[in-house]
């Protein structure tokens, strides 16, 4: 799914519940402007966010770097939530 939207993802598998997730393209910056406008980043988070949660369950997602900040990808930290 990441690799058909031209995410360019790198998945790195840290532990069994945690996932380093680093997007090397951003889908919308070209026809959105998405370095301007932090509302289609917001967008754009909450889709990976569903994503992963369709597939593992309840997850927390957290972004630790953005192209709209000057880094060369978007690199997101997934923790797989324990069951309660």
């Known amino acids: 799914m990441v690799i058909a939207q031209g995410l360019q ?3 790195e598998i ?3 519940h945690t996932i ?3 997007v090397n393209n951003c889908i919308f910056h070209e026809t959105l402007d998405a ?3 932090h509302n289609i980043c917001q967008m754009h ?3 990976l966010e569903g994503i992963f ?3 593992l369950g309840d997850i927390d997602l957290v972004q630790e770097t953005s ?3 000057g880094s060369d990808a978007c690199q997101y930290t997934m923790v797989k939530l324990p069951v309660q």
């Open 9 to 11: 993802p790198n998945i």
């Open 14 to 16: 840290i532990d069994q």
């Open 20 to 22: 380093r997730f680093r």
């Open 35 to 37: 370095v301007k406008n």
């Open 45 to 47: 988070h909450h889709l």
């Open 53 to 55: 949660e369709t597939y």
């Open 67 to 69: 192209i709209t900040n």
